[in-house]
């Protein structure tokens, strides 16, 4: 009894240690099972996740669709979509082939508002331009312009003589106030001769010579108002300082004195008031074209209301005509119609512009130089054409320098409809400018013009500092 007890007892001694190794295992393989579980469990929460993110990014795909839709319906080119499923925008959305204004992202679902003016560009992502779509959480923004569209649109603001003729057209609902200042200078010599001829090449009577010159400052505030994207509308005041200085060498007797005469005028001048309308998009390589009208008014003191030297005055038979005091207006209502032609050719731009001045006749009391009442005189001003053309450089992100070239004729004016000899010129103009993009919202042009013949300025000199805002 004793072994079996013993034998038994050797089975449970034998026994109990198979069964304590067991037990551990069967622990470490229902920790592995709970530890699956809660894998699976994060696998499936991370799956919902990127299911959201899957859903948040299409839904931004049809927000921007939307927008390009409606960007296309106003006329426009918009930024294409790149990535597959995504629908991020991979290029900067432009109006008319020209580039924001404005590099802030607009909220999603709102209106771009663009400068329909500016030369067209490529719709392609700058370098280093970003393609992926956005992270979850961000809004899709639309890109802004590319650094080289900004340096196009530089050069167009900078060209002093496209600066109010329709060169930038001003964005849908933004106002720019425009305030300048302007000199003139002009410089002209006369030669005159009283007396008569015997014979050829010999001269009897009084010669005389005279020097005159004008000073022109022209402080003036402009105003511009995008009512589309491809309207705008603007008026201009000028106020006008003028100075003038006339140097005769008059004979007296057998010797000759200088005598110098002066004037000044001070006022408001000519008030204007005009329009611009871009009439393409210049996609395809074609140039923007924008038609202009300008509207110049008589507010400005006329010539013919100034008071002049008769020749009762002293040293009158010598100044007989020279006016006491100076205008600051042309006397004559006008209207301007001209088109800008604006073609971007790397690594500058093109432009050009073609105007006719048309002066509207009206009747004029015409001073009497004996100092009698004045004359009603039917006076028709002659037409005005000029064309412009130049080219713009952009220096770099901020500075942009142009160059151009104005050429102007004055055809024969018209007196009682008879035709006024001598009344028709011409004249040309050099110009340049420089521009700085001070901030976002402001910039500072400077601009040089040279005069080419004996009736243009001899310089003038122009300064403006556009600040563009929203209303």
């Keep these: 009894m004793t072994r079996p007890l013993l034998f038994v007892g050797g089975l449970s001694v034998v026994t109990l240690p198979i069964t304590a190794a067991a037990d551990p295992n069967a622990d470490d393989l229902a920790k592995l099972r709970a530890e699956i579980k809660k894998e699976i469990a994060a696998l499936k929460k991370q799956e919902a996740k990127l299911q959201q993110q899957f859903i948040d990014l299409d839904r931004r795909s049809q927000l921007l669709d939307t927008q390009l839709r409606m960007l296309r319906a106003a006329g426009t080119e918009g930024a294409e979509t790149a990535s597959p499923g995504g629908g991020a925008p991979g290029s900067s959305a432009t109006i008319s082939g020209s580039p924001t204004p404005s590099s802030a992202p607009p909220a999603a679902g709102s209106e771009v508002a663009q400068a329909p003016a500016a030369p067209p560009v490529p719709t392609t992502p700058a370098a280093g331009q ?3 779509p956005p992270a979850s959480g961000e809004a899709a ?40 200042i302007e000199y003139d200078y002009w410089s002209q010599n006369q030669l005159g001769v009283n007396g008569f001829q015997i014979i050829p090449g010999i001269t009897f009577g009084n010669i005389f010579a ?46 000759a004195q200088l005598l110098s005469v002066s004037a000044t005028g001070t006022g408001i001048g000519d008030i204007q008031f005009g329009s611009s309308y871009q009439m393409n998009s210049g996609n395809n390589g074609w140039p923007v074209l924008v038609a202009n009208a300008l509207f110049k008014t008589a507010t400005g003191i006329s010539p013919y209301q100034v008071p002049i030297v ?26 301007e119609p001209s088109l800008t032609v604006l073609l971007p050719t790397a690594p500058g731009v093109l432009f050009a512009n073609l105007q006719d001045i048309h002066n509207f006749g009206r009747t004029v009391d015409v001073q009497n130089v004996s100092g009698g009442p004045g004359t009603p005189t039917y006076l028709q001003p002659g037409e005005n054409p000029a064309i412009t053309f130049g080219i713009g450089f952009s220096l770099n992100d901020r500075a942009a320098l142009t160059f151009s070239y104005q050429q102007q004729h004055v055809f024969t004016a018209y007196a009682n409809h008879q035709a006024i000899a001598g009344s028709s010129y011409s004249f040309g103009t050099f110009n340049f400018g420089l521009g700085y993009q001070i901030s976002q919202s402001t910039r500072l042009n400077l601009s040089v013009g040279i005069g080419a013949g004996p009736n243009t300025p001899v310089a003038k000199v122009l300064l403006e500092l556009p600040y563009k805002f929203s209303l």
Excluded: M
């Design 141 to 180: 923004p639309i890109q802004g312009p590319s650094a080289a569209q900004q340096q196009a649109r530089q050069v167009v603001e900078t060209a002093p003589t496209l600066s109010s003729a329709g060169g930038v057209l001003t964005p849908k609902g933004q106002f720019v106030l425009d305030p300048s």
């Design 310 to 335: 008769t020749v009762n005055d002293p040293n009158g038979q010598f100044l007989e005509g020279q006016p006491k005091s100076l205008a600051t207006g042309t006397g004559f209502y006008a209207i």
């Design 130 to 132: 970003p393609t992926s």
């Design 210 to 255: 005279n020097r005159v010159e004008q000073n022109i400052t022209t402080a003036a505030l402009t105003g511009r108002y995008g009512i589309t994207d491809r309207w705008e509308v603007n008026a201009k005041v000028p106020y006008i300082y003028n100075s003038g200085q006339t140097i005769s060498l008059i004979p007296i007797g057998t010797t």
